[in-house]
């Protein structure tokens, strides 16, 4: 019998106690009997972007789940992800940028950066083997957090692929791409997570998983079979889940039953949402077709192509024809203060409160003591629709962000 459900909540209060319920009720027997037992959240933080953009999970559902396994009585508790290829070749800390790292201290657990974990080897296509981090097989509640959003490569990105991120640094993300459906299948033989929590808060459509468009959702989906509920966010985003690459392969290989497609056939969901499919431009779409993307791969992953594409010319280049999706800036944030000016308010509804992911009383708290518990995600500032939440220092890798997805994120959230 499958386990699976599917939530709405608009809010970090909502938020929290939807999790919570729903994790107490329905997956408590998830739970290891020992306290001190290692638990794992894997996230995705595929890049720099934060969560309003849909590209990687949300602080306030990671918030959430935390708080939930704390008040439980866990205190052996660990956040990590191996962040995507480009950021990690770049030296830029995805996990300080999207302040995770922040996030961890406020619960007083640990952030981990799986691109240096210790490695166990497990089997690829072809003969081929790539290294997963050891936390991720040694867990005793491993819990897959990905973010609902579309893919050029393969269609949508949720539990199965977000995998990808528990293998070890640089070289062993290049090898998925060898094969690259196969290959998430044989990771997700090896690394079973024992629950998986899909952000669907603010997902992404179009073209997925960096340069979509943001679309709020507000669906928190729950389950213990990634193949069940990869199929499950294809219906909830209106897309047929066989034109899915990773599931149409898990098809193929008979992993996906009769009862799977009973089930997502019969379920009904309150809401439907119509996501725009990820369409990759002319050079991408000929690069990436399957009969010729093998030599881009043979070119792509020698040494001399590294370095001439980490230059900041050739890097502008592939954003632009979309043979990369990611923009690499090195400028950090550096944020001096946020206040705010409440008599630019007017009525609305204190939105910036409802992003907060510790729960601090907005907008009036960042005039106050409690400004101290602020982790400066920069949520509220970037969801503020009258400009109140005032920004001192230098937004570095912020500021593209904003200009891509600003008045977008304040429009939707």
């Known amino acids: 019998m499958f386990r699976f459900d599917a939530v709405k909540a608009d809010g970090v209060t909502a938020i929290k106690a939807a999790v919570k319920n729903t994790l107490r009720e329905k997956y408590a027997d998830k739970l290891p009997k020992d306290k001190s037992a290692p638990i794992l959240i894997k996230p995705n933080l595929n890049s720099n972007m934060n969560a309003l953009t849909g590209n990687t999970t949300d602080l306030r559902l990671l918030a959430a789940v935390l708080e939930f396994l704390k008040e439980t009585g866990y205190t052996n508790i660990a956040m990590g992800e191996g962040t995507n290829s480009g950021f990690y070749r770049s030296g830029i800390n995805v996990i300080s940028r999207l302040k995770v790292d922040s996030l961890a201290r406020h619960y007083g657990v640990k952030a981990l950066d799986l691109n240096y974990s210790e490695r166990v ?30 893919h050029f490569e393969v269609g949508m990105s949720v539990c199965l692929k977000n995998l990808i991120g528990t293998l070890v640094g640089q070289e062993n993300k290049k090898k998925t791409h060898l094969s690259l459906s196969s290959n998430i299948l044989n990771i997700n033989k090896a690394v079973k997570p024992h629950l998986h929590i899909v952000d669907g808060l603010m997902a992404m ?4 998983p960096t340069r979509g468009t943001p679309l709020k959702t507000g669906v928190i989906l729950f389950g213990d079979d990634p193949y069940l509920i990869d199929m499950m966010v294809a219906k909830l985003a209106t897309f047929d889940y066989a034109k899915v690459k990773t599931l149409a392969e898990a098809e193929r290989r008979g992993i996906i039953t009769g009862a799977h497609k009973k089930f997502h056939d019969e379920y009904q969901f309150g809401d439907l949402f119509r996501f725009e499919p990820p369409k990759p431009g002319p050079i991408a779409a000929f690069i990436h077709n ?20 980490s230059t900041n010319i050739v890097g502008k280049l592939l954003f632009l024809t979309g043979l990369r999706q990611d923009v690499f800036i090195d400028d950090e944030l550096e944020l001096e203060k946020l206040a705010a000016d409440t ?27 409690a400004a101290t518990k602020c982790i400066n995600c920069m949520y509220c500032y970037c969801v503020c629709p009258n400009g109140a ?12 962000q904003m200009r891509q997805y600003g008045q977008i994120i304040r429009r939707i959230a």
């Not at 409802?354 to 003591?369: G, I, K, S, T």
């Open 389 to 400: 939440i005032e920004f001192s220092g230098k937004a570095g890798f912020l500021d593209e």
């Open 205 to 208: 459509e179009g073209l997925g």
């Open 121 to 150: 080897e497990i089997p690829f296509e072809n003969g081929v083997k790539a290294s997963v981090a050891k936390e991720v097989l040694e867990a005793a509640l491993l819990i897959n957090m990905p973010k609902m959003k579309t």
């Open 290 to 309: 399957p009969k010729r993307q093998k030599y881009f791969l043979a070119i792509r992953n020698t040494a001399f192509f590294n370095a001439v594409c």
């Open 343 to 369: 008599s630019k308010c007017g009525d609305c509804p204190k939105k910036c409160a409802d992003y907060c992911p510790v729960d601090l009383d907005l907008p009036a708290a960042l005039n106050a003591e």
